[in-house]
């Protein structure tokens, strides 16, 4: 499975983006997919991910505030984030997660929050 990760760019700090993650296959094939981001100098965290039968989770920086959601028919999950923080910046990657154990990961897309 192949994962593509668009839709980042720059915002002012309130304002909002939809990251989209788009799979070369059906995401059915994958028991999770998650967001994960990365700022420069820091360790890649777990942002959001959302498992097979629609379960999400958050970290606890970004609940309330950004929704992970899944369009099976297009094989993409989204990410929205709203009322982003300068904190929120950085490289946002997709990861999937199948049921013997394998990752996918794609490129990464770059995030910027403008205070």
């Known amino acids: 499975v192949q994962l593509q990760a668009s839709g980042g760019g720059l915002v002012q700090a309130g304002g909002s983006l939809r990251l989209s993650c788009a799979a070369s296959?059906?995401?059915?094939?994958?028991?999770?997919i998650s967001w994960y981001r990365q700022a420069p100098g820091k360790q890649r965290e777990l942002v959001a991910v959302?498992?097979?039968?629609?379960?999400?989770n958050y970290a606890d920086s970004v609940k309330g505030r950004f929704t992970i959601s899944r369009d099976n028919a297009k094989n993409t999950v989204y990410l929205q984030m709203n009322s982003l923080k300068p904190e929120d910046a950085g490289t946002y990657y997709c990861?999937?997660?199948?049921?013997?154990?394998?990752?996918?990961w794609g490129k990464g897309t770059q995030v910027t929050v403008s205070s």
């Open positions: 959302i498992t097979s039968d629609g379960s999400t």
């Open positions: 990861n999937g997660a199948n049921y013997v154990g394998m990752d996918y």
């Open positions: 296959s059906s995401i059915f094939s994958l028991k999770a």
